[in-house]
């Protein structure tokens, strides 16, 4: 099935650990995103890429960093530099329409 | 900086009847989009509906509708015949028209959601 596979759903970080991400897609889409919700919030911007081995920071980049070695691939790490990583994070590619496609998401929590 | 404003937190309706959700948003562009993105509790966010700001004509996806007013820099989304699986987080979202000066052209601007009650 053509879409976007984000891992893990869950994932739980101790105070001071880096954490990674995973977000792989198949619809062959140039363009990839990471966004940050929080509970009462709408999506926030962290990074996005057009191109291979190109990114650019979005609005909240702080405390997050990506690489896109691989067209189908976007890894986000979580740093231990962000101050307050507890969140869902949601990858999306976009297509021609200039519509964003999402994956379902990870639950990153600090304990 | 475009910002989407979406005045209502929470909106309530009963099955079978008609909703609409506000969306306003601020833009120094002519050529943009627009979306209607849906969040149901699964958190998986779905495509609800779309509209370029050159069109004149509201996009229509059977039960969703849009009332685009582009003087008014609004983006009203109207669902009618409310069905239960229609509850959900729904998003308003800007995004510019085509690239320029390196800036991604499929960034989207996100509104602070409206939470759809569907009462039985």
């Known amino acids: 099935d053509g879409g976007i596979t984000q891992s893990p759903k869950y994932l739980f970080r101790k105070e001071g650990q880096n954490v990674t991400l995973s977000c792989e897609q198949n619809l062959n889409h140039d363009a990839m995103y990471w966004y940050r919700q929080d509970p009462g919030q709408g999506l926030r911007l962290i990074y996005y890429?057009?191109?291979?081995?190109?990114?650019q920071k979005g609005d909240i980049a702080e405390g997050y960093s990506v690489s896109r070695e691989k067209k189908e691939s976007f890894p986000l790490t979580v740093t231990s530099a962000q101050k307050n990583p507890t969140a869902f994070y949601l990858c999306?590619?976009?297509?021609?329409?200039?519509?964003?496609?999402f994956g379902e998401g990870s639950r990153l929590t600090v304990l | 900086a475009q910002t989407v404003t979406q005045s209502q937190p929470e909106m309530s309706v009963q099955e079978a009847e008609t909703v609409t959700l506000s969306c306003t948003y601020d833009?120094?562009?002519?050529?943009?989009?627009l979306f209607w993105y849906k969040q149901p509790p699964s958190r998986q966010m779905i495509l609800v509906i779309r509209?370029?700001?050159?069109?004149?004509q509201n996009a229509t996806e059977n039960r969703f509708s849009v009332n685009f007013q582009k003087a008014a820099k609004s983006f009203s989304l109207k669902i009618s015949d409310s069905q239960l699986g229609d509850a959900a987080m729904y998003f308003c979202a800007y995004r510019r028209w085509g690239s320029a000066g390196g800036t991604s052209y499929g960034k989207l601007t996100f509104g602070q959601g409206t939470i759809l009650t569907v009462h039985p």
């Open positions: 999306a590619t976009s297509g021609i329409g200039g519509e964003l496609f």
């Open positions: 833009t120094s562009e002519s050529d943009y989009y």
């Open positions: 890429s057009q191109i291979v081995n190109d990114f």
């Open positions: 509209q370029e700001a050159y069109k004149q």
